[in-house]
């Protein structure tokens, strides 16, 4: 598997995969290779590549590609047809505009009708991904900024701003800072679904992290209330605490927080603060998509203190080493931590 030719895809969303023509007939049971292990390449790419082949699954696809002009036919016809069914989202549709003319004239996707009403009308979310290595900060249509943290995607409503409830899906991490939105007389609520916890807010700013079936939220200004997804166990939280929950079905616990050190990925720095090396190894692998594996299980719980900047993993590793005098060998994607001889 040559990894150098994923390169260019790293970036893919949803979009990306149902109009790439080459991934359609994957789908429809052509041989590729390269589609065959792109889930191993991009592990946090797996749910999105599961719901664009649901969906290019359920469409009949041209036996031979559109032409160009046939294309720009289509596509008028539709831009048409969505501006006279709902003129209050046009502003929307020019997010995409520009993506569909480029794929229109420069691409030789096979673009189909059923495809692009799917995409227009019918699918209600909207996706944001990262992968390793890096962070977005973008702002949803509701006026709410997100920053998304490695290796973490977001599911949002196309119309958040409609939305009494106003909804979003986390896989991983992200910072939020909520708008405080009226419809009438109420006001919009903003809620984050994690698998195990969820967080409803009405304006605020807060921290959560949602990996490995655990989830942990930080409040630095406003109020939060966190409800446990299974249980409908909840409390209320004041700026400066912690809530985490994970999967072993215990209950919400609550902390005063201690310092700001969670919130160093949004400077992309490490803090590390008499961590185990475990946990190093796990925000090692969660940004860098590195595994690390430990000649001895002793090692994995030496304690380690550090502040270093994401990008410079050789200086991290370094500091291992001489912490504990250890040999840091690196393979490809795999770090082994072993004493020295």
């Keep these: 598997m040559e990894k150098e030719q994923y390169k260019n895809y790293q970036s893919y969303q949803l979009n990306d995969f149902l109009l790439d023509e080459n991934f359609q007939r994957w789908v429809q049971g052509e041989k590729n290779s390269f589609w065959d292990h792109f889930a191993e390449v991009f592990p946090n790419k797996e749910n999105t590549i599961k719901e664009a082949y649901r ?11 559109l032409s160009a002009k046939e294309k720009e036919r289509q596509l008028a016809a539709i ?3 969505l501006e006279q069914r709902n003129p209050k989202q046009k502003n929307k549709l020019i997010f995409f505009t520009g993506k569909w003319r480029y794929a229109a004239a420069v691409s030789a996707v096979v673009m189909f009708t059923g495809l692009l009403y799917y995409l227009f009308l019918l699918r209600p979310f909207q996706y944001y991904e ?31 701003q409609d939305k009494s409830v106003r909804e979003v899906w986390l896989e991983g991490e992200a910072y939020f ?5 009226s419809l009438g007389k109420d006001t919009s609520t903003f809620v984050v679904h994690t698998p195990n916890l969820d967080v409803q807010v009405l304006g605020t700013q807060f921290n959560v992290r949602s990996r ?27 700026p400066g605490e912690t809530v985490e929950l994970n999967d072993s079905g215990g209950k919400i616990k609550k902390e005063v927080l201690i310092d700001k050190k969670e919130l160093a990925w949004q400077k992309n720095f490490f803090v590390f603060d008499n961590e185990k090396l475990s946990i190093v190894a796990k925000e090692i692998q969660q940004y860098y998509g590195i595994q690390v594996t430990f000649e001895d299980p002793a090692m994995e719980d030496y304690i380690f203190t550090a502040e270093v900047s994401r990008t410079n993993l050789p200086l991290l590793q370094t500091l291992i080493e001489e912490a504990f005098t250890l040999e840091v060998k690196r393979e490809g994607n795999t770090i082994l931590l072993q004493r020295k001889e």
Excluded at 177 to 181: A, D, F, Q, S
């Design 130 to 160: 990262t992968t390793y290595q890096q962070t977005e900060t973008f702002s949803l249509d509701d006026g709410t900024e997100v920053s998304l943290n490695a290796n973490s995607s977001l599911k949002v409503y196309r119309d958040l």
């Design 79 to 81: 831009y048409d047809r």
């Design 55 to 65: 969906i290019v699954g359920a469409l009949s696809i041209p036996e031979k590609p």
């Design 212 to 238: 490995d079936g655990n989830t942990r939220v930080l409040l630095e200004e406003g109020s939060v209330k966190v409800e446990n997804a299974s249980t409908q166990e909840n409390l209320l939280m004041i």
């Design 177 to 181: 800072k909520v708008t405080k939105l």
